[in-house]
């Protein structure tokens, strides 16, 4: 089992920046590759952002090509998202996930966080 916890939500003006953490307990992360994804209020869960176990493979929704990355620290266990010239449209709950694929199709992965909020205020 893999638990994944996040953090790095909060409340942020348009045009600015936050960086989102996913924490893994319970098995080594390198095994792993990882996606973020986001779910707006009265909205579907979408893809976000994946990575694979290397970090070497990196993939974005269009909608956040150039402002987000995503990142990996095998040794410490953590995904990282870096967002960058927020919009009020990405107010959302984030979520990481885990799985064996760095795919943006949810149910590739078989472990995920219970998420953190993002509002972007105008």
């Known amino acids: 089992q893999v638990q994944l916890v996040e953090s790095g939500g909060g409340l942020v003006q348009a045009e600015g920046s936050l960086r989102l953490a996913c924490a893994a307990s319970?098995?080594?992360?390198?095994?792993?590759?990882m996606g973020w994804f986001r779910q707006a209020p009265g909205k579907e869960r979408e893809f976000v952002a994946a990575?694979?176990?290397?970090?070497?493979?990196?993939y974005y929704a269009d909608s956040v090509k150039g402002r987000f990355t995503i990142s990996r620290d095998n040794a410490k266990n953590t995904v990282y998202l870096q967002m960058n010239s927020l919009k009020p449209d990405n107010t959302a709950a984030y979520y990481c996930?885990?799985?064996?694929?760095?795919?943006?199709?949810?149910?590739?992965?078989?472990?995920w966080g219970q998420g953190t909020q993002v509002t972007v205020s105008s």
């Open positions: 996930a885990a799985g064996h694929t760095p795919t943006q199709i949810e149910g590739s992965y078989d472990y």
């Open positions: 319970g098995r080594n992360l390198s095994s792993y590759a």
């Open positions: 990575i694979n176990w290397r970090g070497g493979l990196k």
